[in-house]
């Protein structure tokens, strides 16, 4: 078995770099831009109040139905 020595290519740093310019910009637009005043930023309270709204709401219906059905 032969090994040769591997190369570096100055393209895959480079294209590395710019990859990480990319992300990094990239996520400074999600914290600072419009992003940042979605919905997706916003509280989850609503959502858990929803939640447990409608878990109430399908217990209730089944204690009603085991209670019509028995």
Known sequence: MTTSPAELVSDLTD????????LAAQINEMVSG?????????SGRLMLL?????????????????YLFS
């Open 34 to 42: 419009a992003h940042a005043s979605s919905e997706c930023w916003q």
């Open 50 to 66: 929803e939640g447990a709204i409608w878990s109430a709401f399908g217990a209730a219906l089944w204690v009603a139905t085991l």
């Open 15 to 22: 294209s590395g770099l710019q990859l990480n310019i990319d």
